[in-house]
């Protein structure tokens, strides 16, 4: 007798547009069973409605990353409905108040960014760790961005030389060293942890002046999301190859 494959669950935090929207559909298409994490319940009902019209079996979860007590209350109805986690796609995440220089910032101003961009991460990971444990092969990935990468900002040819936002940046770096970290801790298990970089798409975080299409930036997130054994973890990609830490 042969074992019906189980379908995946998916959860993907600021999934009620852009390139987490993108990553939930994607991965719908695929047969996964995705959790259309948002903040604000009638964005996520609403976005779920636009997959499930599609043919994707979608479901809103209300989960702010920011506050403790809203992640917890998902990850037990996660688990009180599916008993597990197989997929944790970290994509929420803000820009911030941009500032001509570093020295122009304040320190709320990155308070506010890590809140999301980092605490939330760590938040979100650590709720939803039990349940991806009981998962075959749990994986998770963190959205990043070229812009974390301290090689690439260091390098005066790199086309981020131009770009310094203090906050933003730092935050992604940061959510790297989160990916590594978390890699290192889980490297002795299934779970796979890697940081996705989705290129320069065009969302409401940078005014829609992006190159890319949030589908077109999704594409690395499922990739390794769906990764098999002989995948990579705690690795820094993007759909051309690796980025330098």
Known sequence: MTDVPLEKIALITGANKGIGQETARQLGERGAVVLVGARDEVRGKQASAALTECGITAVPLRIDVRDEACVAEAAALVEERYGRLDILVNNAGIAGRFTPAPSLAAAGDLREVYETNVFGVVTVT????????????????????????LTLNADPASPMAHVNMLAYQSSKTALNALTLAYAKE????????????????????????????????????????????????????????????
Do not use: F, Y
């Open 126 to 149: 650590n709720a939803m760790l039990p349940l991806l444990r009981r998962a075959p092969a749990g994986r998770i990935v963190n959205m990043s961005s070229h812009l974390g990468s």
């Open 186 to 245: 889980l490297r002795d298990t299934p779970i796979k942890v890697n940081a996705a970089h989705p290129g320069v798409v065009a969302t409401d975080i940078n005014g829609h002046r992006g190159q890319r299409t949030p589908a077109q930036g999704a594409v690395i997130a499922v990739r390794l999301a769906l990764l098999d054994a002989a995948g990579p973890t705690g690795a820094s990609l993007s759909e051309d190859g690796p980025v330098p830490w």
